[in-house]
């Protein structure tokens, strides 16, 4: 059980948050990890469930079990479900950094946040390419024990992959592939292993660029000039990493009972196989904060809010898993 309950920020009001939230609480209430919502609370205050007003974290575990726990902040304007409103854009900068406070000071394990819409941010002056970045920004005065993140991990199921480049055009991939990005990513990654879940010594595998992981050099030189000569660097720290091996071998049953997490080298070649062994329950973590945080990996649902059919499974994977890296790191 953990001894503070996790923050989640109620990410855009007009999306599909506040639905998966409530969904969640529901999921939880009875056996989950406690949790408490900062955000407007007249967004869920017309479902089904019964919301308590609370004043601090300090009062989450009275009212769990019978009522979500809301820090209550309004927005300035309640939007349109499915139509995003920029005047709220402050509000919703504002819960993400009140979760993050929070968690920094002790009063919350961690932090989850609901999926943010960027376009809106973008227009009130958000500088960030997501949630990953903005919070290591905002916890990077806050000391880290080990190499400092952020690093992408996705989960779902028994797969872990970390990524080394996010959001980047294809074609830029290939020059952001460096010895010293790749190094950092299998370091963040083996430590958060070891601290965050559990493992005490993790086997990695990592991902080749090019078909056939270039095949000696036939199919491209990246693996063969950049990354074996940082596998062989990384296992002198004591790294269990392998060589580069086929992306299309590299996620069937069998070889993911192999490794503990995979380093991927882009997007899509590490969140094609999440989604695809599990579509609703994936999980979105970042590694090598001072803090856990999680996230559902999915987007704001404009499409679909308010219609009824938004799932809760990736929230509570997300709630589950901050709780587990929580109670690990505080053992660990």
């Given at each position: 059980m953990l001894a503070r309950p996790l923050a989640l920020s109620l990410g855009d009001p007009a999306g599909i948050g506040p639905e998966i939230?409530?969904?969640?609480?529901?999921?939880?209430?009875?056996?989950?990890?406690?949790?408490?919502?900062?955000?407007?609370?007249?967004?869920?205050?017309?479902?089904e469930i019964a919301v308590a007003q609370i004043d601090g974290p300090h009062q989450v575990n009275a009212v769990f079990g019978s009522a979500?726990?809301?820090?209550n902040r309004p927005v300035t304007v309640v939007p349109q479900l499915g139509r995003a409103e920029p005047a709220n854009?402050?509000?919703?900068?504002?819960?993400?950094e009140e979760a993050v406070d929070l968690t920094l000071g002790g009063f919350a394990s961690g932090v989850v946040t609901c999926p943010i819409a960027k376009a809106p941010l973008y227009q009130a002056g958000f500088r960030f390419p997501g949630h990953t970045e903005f919070i290591a920004d905002l916890t990077a005065s806050a000391a880290v024990?080990?190499?400092?993140?952020?690093?992408?991990?996705?989960?779902?199921?028994?797969?872990?992959?970390?990524?080394?480049?996010i959001h980047v055009p294809l074609a830029d991939v290939p020059g952001l592939i460096t010895s010293e990005r790749l190094c950092r990513t299998a370091r963040i990654t083996h430590e958060a292993l070891q601290r965050d879940f559990g493992i005490r010594e993790p086997r990695l595998a990592l991902a080749g660029l090019n078909p056939h992981a270039g095949e000696d050099g036939t199919i491209g030189t990246e693996e063969r000039d950049v990354m074996l000569p940082a596998v062989a660097q990384l296992r002198t720290e004591g790294i269990d990493i392998t060589a580069p091996l086929p992306a299309d071998t590299l996620f069937h049953s069998e070889a993911r009972a192999r490794y503990d997490a995979a380093i991927c080298l882009y997007h899509d070649q590490g969140l094609i196989p999440v989604k695809t062994l599990d579509f609703w329950g994936g999980v979105n973590a970042t590694l090598g904060l001072p803090i856990i945080r999680t996230?559902?990996?999915h987007g704001v649902g404009f499409d679909i809010a308010g219609k009824g059919v938004a799932r809760p499974d990736s929230l509570v994977a997300a709630i589950r898993l901050a709780s587990d890296m929580a109670q690990n790191r505080a053992q660990t």
């Open positions: 939230v409530a969904r969640a609480w529901q999921s939880l209430r009875h056996d989950g990890p406690p949790f408490f919502v900062i955000g407007d609370a007249r967004l869920v205050e017309h479902s979500l726990p809301f820090l854009a402050p509000s919703i900068i504002a819960w993400i024990k080990g190499t400092r993140g952020p690093v992408m991990m996705l989960t779902a199921a028994d797969l872990r992959v970390c990524l080394v480049t996230s559902p990996d």
